[in-house]
C-alpha cells in the first residue's frame, strides 16, 4: 500500500504515509488554501437568500496559479465573450473557492486525524470515506495544477522533469509535483476500481 492508494471494502481509499508524506502534503493542503484566500463571501449572518445570489469577482485573478484554478469559462475572443466570461465568473467563482478551500481543508484534517498514531516501518495508514476520497482528488489535482503553473510545465517539456539534475532548484517542487501526480492517479484508479 505504501505510495499509492488502495480500495477499502465499501467504497473509499486508503493509503500509508510516513511522518514526511504527511508533513509535506499538509504544508502544501494549507499553502493551498492560503492561495485560494477567503473570496468575496457574505457575512455568516447575511440573509441567506442574499448569500445565494452573492456576486464574486468579474475579472481573472492576476496571478497565474489562481488563473488556472479559476479559468474563463469562454475564449477572449470577443467582447461578448468577455461579457459571458465576466458575468459567469460572477456568480460562480465564490462557490468554486469554497469548494476547493473544502477540498483542501478535507485533506488537513484527515492528516491532523493521524496525529499521534506512530508510523511504523510501512506508515500510518489513512483511511477515506467515499466523499473524502473524492475531496482528496480534488485537492491532488489542484495541488499539482498550482505547482505546475508555479513551474511553468508545459505538457511538452513534461518528459525532461525526470531528467532534471539535482542541482536545478526547481527540483524539490518537481519531485512533489511527480508525487502528486502519482498519488492522484492511484486514487483516480482506487475509486474506479
Not at 457574505?42 to 464574486?56: I, K, N, S, Y
Not at 513534461?158 to 539534475?165: A, N
Request: hydrophobic residues 40%.
Amino acid at each position: 500500500m505504501a505510495g499509492r492508494f488502495d480500495t477499502l471494502p465499501g467504497g473509499g481509499a486508503a493509503i500509508a504515509l510516513d511522518e514526511v508524506e504527511i508533513s509535506i502534503l499538509r504544508s502544501l493542503a494549507v499553502q493551498l488554501m492560503e492561495l485560494i484566500g477567503p473570496g468575496d463571501e457574505p457575512a455568516a449572518d447575511a440573509d441567506p437568500l442574499a448569500a445565494l445570489f452573492a456576486e464574486g469577482p468579474s475579472e481573472p485573478p492576476s496571478d497565474p496559479a489562481l488563473r488556472r484554478l479559476f479559468p474563463d469559462a469562454y475564449g477572449d475572443e470577443s467582447e461578448e465573450l468577455r461579457a459571458s466570461a465576466a458575468d459567469f465568473r460572477r456568480y460562480t467563482e465564490n462557490d468554486l473557492r469554497a469548494r476547493k478551500r473544502e477540498d483542501a481543508l478535507v485533506v488537513v484534517r484527515g492528516l491532523d486525524s493521524l496525529s499521534g498514531e506512530s508510523a511504523g516501518e510501512g506508515g500510518v495508514v489513512l483511511k477515506l470515506t467515499p466523499d473524502e476520497s473524492r475531496a482528496w482528488l480534488g485537492a491532488l489535482n489542484d495541488l499539482r495544477l498550482t505547482i505546475g503553473t508555479r513551474l511553468e510545465v508545459k505538457d511538452e517539456e513534461s518528459e525532461q522533469l525526470y531528467r532534471l539534475p539535482d542541482s536545478d532548484p526547481r527540483k524539490p517542487m518537481v519531485m512533489a509535483y511527480l508525487w502528486l501526480g502519482a498519488l492522484q492517479e492511484s486514487l483516480v484508479e482506487t475509486l474506479m476500481a
